[in-house]
């Protein structure tokens, strides 16, 4: 089950003008960030069952909490998946979507079905450093999405290339 | 590259060949350009001195000068040109880099910053700005909004219901930026927009900066008891990244773009994925 009552409540404590400003004592800061993961947890378990209910599907929906490093489990070991952007505003949007692959092409298709420009570029120096020992997914797939005024939009994505090897970034000389 | 450049259907980058540092931004679509330095710097944080014993701290940010310190003079570069998206990223140091984006069909320069784990070990406490500087004549005068609402004009070393009498020239000019900061002359203005709150200023005519990271070795005396010192989950300091979006445009025309660009900053489209087919969902 999911349960949007303890982000609310890790929010709420969140008001907290040490919250707000940065003044709190560093063991703090630590639990902060702790009840905020842990109601993003179990918030998300509950936007999943809503998205389900509403697609008709039992399929896990996954959330990739670290994406701004380019890590996300799904997109680095799938095939073949599905990305659901929904748009909170009143006007519709395109939005640049970047996902860590292991492939080398792949196809992307609208919600009507219709292909996609997409492609595979590797992964920054700094972000393969700042996933230390982990490393993760050597490129990233790069498609223009968008989604409709408060709705959702689909978009499939299908590798076409096996997965290669690539060499690990690097920075030129100098 | 001998001119190393980003180009859209709306704008044009054009960066320094020798130092790797942003020097112009042209705007296409209207015809006009603005050459514009941008590059990191950091204040060194007081630790108190003759003047007061305050140091910089979690509550309080007091530099011990005025004049902000190069993370570096040069920038090692390298140009990623596709047809959906065009990037130079820049590596200022080991802890201090950016890649700067123009995508087809987007009127914005989009920085995405990558800053730290600050180093300390030299016993300085350091507070990292991202700083643009254009030619623009903007006689002390720059904007910032108010919880993404009313962009209020704010004027260096002037409070505009007393009479000030300035003992801190930078940290007693920045004030608090939510989605936006910008700089302008009678015609042309430059605005940039940030995914989080953050402190910023105009310390010098033409210029605006951004607060972006700050590691601290002294408390400051508020309260607190500890100085900002994050040490991260490996111990060895915080990293932190972000993105500005710099819009260039007309004075007259740049809210028609800053306005909403701003709210897809602060509510982008949720990202959500499913192994397969996924669910259908309509619109």
Same mark, same amino acid.
């Given at each position: ?14 008001? &907290? ?9 560093? &063991? ?51 095939? &073949? $998946? ?40 590797p992964v920054s120096s700094?972000?393969w ?9 050597p ?12 709705? $959702? ?14 060499e690990p970034p690097r920075w /030129?000389?100098? | ?47 108190? %001195? ?66 730290? /784990?600050?180093?300390?070990? %030299? ?52 004030? /608090? ?7 302008? %002359? ?8 940030? %995914?989080?709150?953050? *402190? ?34 490996? *111990? ?7 993105? &500005? ?33 996924? /669910?259908?969902?309509?619109?």
């Amino acid at each position: 089950p999911g349960d949007s009552s303890m982000l609310r409540e890790a929010v709420a404590v969140a008001q &907290h003008h040490d919250a707000v400003a940065g003044t709190e004592r560093q &063991h703090v800061a630590d639990d902060y960030a702790r009840q905020l993961a842990k109601g993003w947890d179990s918030c998300q378990v509950l936007v999943a069952n809503a998205l389900s209910i509403l697609g008709g599907t039992k399929e896990p929906l996954i959330f990739c909490n670290a994406l701004n490093i380019s890590v996300c489990p799904l997109s680095e070991t799938t095939p &073949h $998946f599905t990305v659901i952007l929904y748009n909170p505003l009143a006007w519709g949007v395109t939005w640049p979507v970047r996902l860590p692959v292991r492939a080398t092409s792949y196809a992307v298709t609208d919600p009507q079905g219709q292909p996609v420009a997409s492609q595979v570029v590797p992964v920054s120096s700094v972000t393969w450093w700042l996933r230390g020992s982990t490393r993760g997914a050597p490129g990233e797939l790069l498609f223009q999405a968008w989604a409709p005024p408060l709705g $959702f939009s689909t978009f499939e994505v299908k590798q076409l290339s096996p997965g290669a090897p690539w060499e690990p970034p690097r920075w /030129p000389s100098g | 590259d001998p001119e190393p450049q980003l180009e859209n259907e709306y704008l044009r980058i054009r960066f320094d060949p020798i130092t790797g540092h942003l020097l112009e931004i042209q705007n296409l679509a209207k015809g006009f350009s603005l050459p514009v330095f941008q590059s990191f710097y950091w204040y060194n944080a007081s630790a108190g %001195d003759g003047l007061s014993p305050q140091a910089s701290g979690a509550y309080i940010f007091r530099p011990n000068t005025s004049t902000p310190i190069p993370v570096a003079k040069h920038a090692a570069t390298r140009l990623l040109k596709t047809a959906l998206v065009q990037e130079l990223h820049q590596n200022f140091s080991a802890w201090c880099s950016q890649v700067l984006r123009l995508r087809p069909g987007h009127p914005y320069l989009e920085l995405e910053w990558t800053v730290g /784990p600050i180093p300390v070990a %030299d016993g300085l406490g350091k507070e990292v700005i991202s700083r643009f500087e254009t030619p623009l004549r903007t006689a002390g005068r720059f904007y910032t909004d108010s919880n993404g609402r009313q962009v209020l004009e704010r004027r260096r070393d002037f409070r505009p219901t007393w009479n000030l009498s300035q003992s801190e020239p930078v940290a007693g000019n920045y004030y /608090p930026v939510n989605t936006r900061i910008f700089i302008k %002359d009678e015609k042309v203005q430059l605005t940039v927009l940030t %995914d989080r709150s953050q *402190g910023g200023s105009s310390i010098l005519d033409g210029s605006l900066e951004l607060m972006v990271h700050r590691r601290l070795l002294n408390d400051d005396n508020r309260g607190l008891g500890e100085p900002l010192d994050e040490p991260g989950a490996d *111990g060895r300091g915080l990293v932190v990244r972000g993105q &500005h979006l710099v819009l260039l445009d007309t004075a007259a025309a740049a809210a028609d773009q800053h306005r909403p660009r701003a709210q897809e900053m602060v509510t982008p489209p949720s990202v959500v994925l499913a192994p397969g087919p996924g /669910p259908r969902l309509r619109w």
